[in-house]
């Protein structure tokens, strides 16, 4: 659905921002001060950074967050079980939950396969088995656990709160889904499309009565063959056809010839009856944009920030104010997403030994008016 997924990209890279920065935080008189850092200032960073491509995983982890509001990072660990070599995105709609342990109401493992859809099951050599550590121990108990069971590799889910879920959170935006604005919005333009497809666009009807060429050709229509007949009719359509067409007859009149039938009653000679166009320009677009509403409603983003309106309606895109508006309370908004994001970070910082000053945050575009700033932007992070 176009506005489903224009309004995940937007979020998305609203969530995204400019990306990952890195930051120190210290403490003056009491007061928190925040001091951005360079990654390659901490060479252990820099290198587990570029060997992990990182920018992609963060990319990647956000749009599974937005899309499932659940997330697979995998840890792999060093052989010593010390430290965190590399992290990388299994994607959410590959995996799948083992079934809760009775005892403990753990889930202990994930398994990952592009086969569900074909009938994978969870002994199938297309589906691998991961073990999964519980995305609310420390680290110190993570390394612990997997010392002592000998785990090297494992993942730790991230996701936004639950409300009454066990197994896979509801996503907000899913709720369009599930009480049918998706199959209108994407039912209107395969209608449309039937339409123009199959409909016969005829604009008049014209009926002639037989008894118009027998007193118009009298004796001569009684002469000639079924053949002739047929080509003086088709003739006859074609002259009316023409002057019905003829732009500089616009708003003229048209005479049409009647007689009377046995009892005296009128009956038309031409009878010319304009077709009615029952799917007008414009049908069923309203509809279309109420259902395109309830899915950026659903999704939480202003309809101007992807420009929605009906083309040609009074509904409009929305002035340069009310975007900057909207892309200001959104960014804000994307705060306790990051929050969740930034676990990964934070879990590997805590189980590496990295400086517990530094705090990592997503950096965002703030818009601005041309007469604060020449470029109509600045950075701001949130950490």
């Known amino acids: ?116 859809d074909k009938g994978a099951s969870i002994d199938s050599k297309y589906v691998s088995k991961v073990s999964l550590i519980d995305s609310y121990w420390s680290a110190a108990e993570v390394k612990e656990y997997c010392k002592a069971n000998k785990i090297r590799n494992f993942c730790r889910p991230i996701f936004f709160p639950l409300v009454s879920e066990t197994y896979y959170p509801k996503t907000a935006w899913h709720s369009v889904n599930d009480n049918g604005w998706f199959e209108i919005a994407n039912s209107i333009p395969k209608f449309k499309k039937a339409i123009f497809q199959n409909q016969i666009n005829i604009k008049y009807h014209i009926e002639v ?22 080509e003086v009719r088709k003739q006859f359509v074609t002259d009316i056809d023409a002057a019905l067409r003829d732009p500089s007859k616009a708003g003229g009149s048209l005479m ?41 409603f659903a ?31 959104l960014s804000a908004l994307c705060k306790s997403n990051r929050e969740t994001t930034l676990e990964p970070f934070e879990f590997i910082q805590e189980y590496n030994g990295w400086d517990d000053q530094l705090i990592g945050g997503f950096e965002d575009t703030v818009l601005t008016t041309l007469d604060k700033n020449p470029t109509g932007s600045q950075k701001t992070a949130q950490l």
């Open 209 to 230: 009565n037989e008894d118009y060429f027998e007193r118009k050709y009298k004796d001569d229509w009684a002469q000639k063959t079924a053949t002739q007949r047929e």
């Open 256 to 296: 049409s010839i009647a007689y009377k039938d046995g009892t005296g009653t009128p009956v038309p000679g031409i009878k010319i009856t304009a077709i009615d166009d029952k799917y007008k320009e414009g049908s069923y677009l309203p509809e279309a944009s109420a259902a395109n509403s309830e899915i950026l």
């Open 1 to 116: 659905n176009g506005a489903g997924l224009s309004g995940l990209k937007v979020f998305t890279r609203t969530h995204y921002g400019s990306g990952f920065v890195l930051a120190k935080e210290t403490f003056e008189d009491n007061k928190r001060v925040i001091t951005q850092q360079s990654i390659k200032q901490y060479d252990e960073i820099n290198q587990f950074w570029k060997r992990n491509q990182m920018k992609r995983f963060w990319r990647e982890t956000i749009q599974d967050l937005e899309y499932w509001s659940l997330a697979f990072p995998e840890y792999i660990l060093s052989a010593d079980y010390k430290k965190i070599n590399r992290v990388k995105r299994q994607q959410t709609a590959n995996a799948r939950f083992s079934v809760m342990n009775e005892t403990t109401g753990g889930i202990e493992n994930v398994y990952l396969s592009t086969k569900w």
């Open 299 to 329: 999704l939480g983003v202003d309809p101007s920030l992807i420009g929605a309106g009906i083309p040609g309606g009074k509904l409009g895109a929305g002035s340069g104010s009310d975007k900057r508006e909207s892309f200001l309370i």
